[in-house]
């Protein structure tokens, strides 16, 4: 099976850059996707098909995929920003979701 | 705009059975997969499974094969996750979500869930 992996936490300070990294083998040959999930809510989706941002999303989120690794960047980082990040690919006709990234902003 | 609303919260005890549904509007339900993703307390997302509405092809995921059951009835849009026999550890938020269409640019592709169900609590204690 197909693996994402992504770090457990990743803190930043407010109107900061935060970078999330989800890594997998060949990564950069497949789309990436990226979800936001604030407490209580359901997932959304924040960056598709590697780099692009759904309409409504602000232009603060960004995505690159290359080589085995993919990033979520947030510049300019605001607290209404923290939340748990998935990253997400398609393998074999599967979803594969990474392990989720827990983004403190303190 | 595609929208999916799940049925409500549900407390079960060990053994017992559950269907949970998923109601689909404003879209062709019959021309998009409808997928199942479980979240244990405290947890990430995990695949379950997909169903292809039109015909109810299905494609589990090796961890959830034989343990749940994914179904649809398209005559009134709704697509359905059923247990014989629940555990303890199938308490969590089940959501459904919508499979956006397959995309191919070169040798790269992808699909995602584009659109996701508010969530349907189901916890299982005696």
């Known amino acids: 099976s197909y693996d994402l992996i992504q770090p457990p936490s990743v803190s930043v300070s407010p109107g900061q850059t935060a970078s999330i990294t989800c890594s997998g083998d060949?990564?950069?040959?497949?789309?990436v996707y990226w979800y936001q999930q604030k407490t209580g809510q359901s997932p959304v989706v924040v960056i598709y098909?590697?780099?692009e941002r759904p309409s409504g999303i602000p232009e603060r989120f960004s995505g690159s995929s290359s080589g085995n690794t993919a990033t979520l960047t947030i510049s300019g980082t605001q607290a209404m920003d923290e939340a748990d990040y998935y990253c997400?690919?398609?393998?074999?006709?599967?979803?594969?979701f990474g392990g989720g990234t827990k983004l403190a902003v303190l | 705009e595609a929208k999916l609303v799940q049925s409500g919260a549900e407390v079960k005890k060990p053994g017992e059975s559950l269907k949970i549904s998923c109601k689909a509007s404003?879209?062709?339900?019959?021309?998009?997969?409808v997928g199942w993703v479980r979240q244990m307390p405290g947890k990430g997302l995990e695949y379950m499974g997909i169903?292809?509405?039109?015909?109810?092809?299905?494609r589990y995921s090796p961890s959830f094969q034989g343990q749940v059951t994914i179904s649809v009835d398209k005559s009134i849009k709704t697509a359905f996750l059923q247990w014989s026999s629940l555990k303890a550890s199938d308490t969590a938020i089940y959501y459904c979500?919508?499979?956006?269409?397959?995309?191919?640019?070169?040798?790269?592709?992808?699909?995602?869930?584009?659109?996701w169900g508010q969530g349907t609590l189901v916890t299982v204690s005696s």
């Open positions: 979500a919508r499979l956006s269409p397959d995309t191919l640019v070169g040798t790269k592709r992808g699909r995602y869930f584009d659109t």
């Open positions: 404003e879209y062709t339900f019959t021309s998009s997969y």
């Open positions: 169903i292809w509405p039109g015909d109810s092809g299905i």
């Open positions: 060949k990564l950069g040959d497949k789309f």
């Open positions: 098909e590697d780099a």
């Open positions: 997400q690919a398609w393998d074999s006709r599967t979803v594969v």
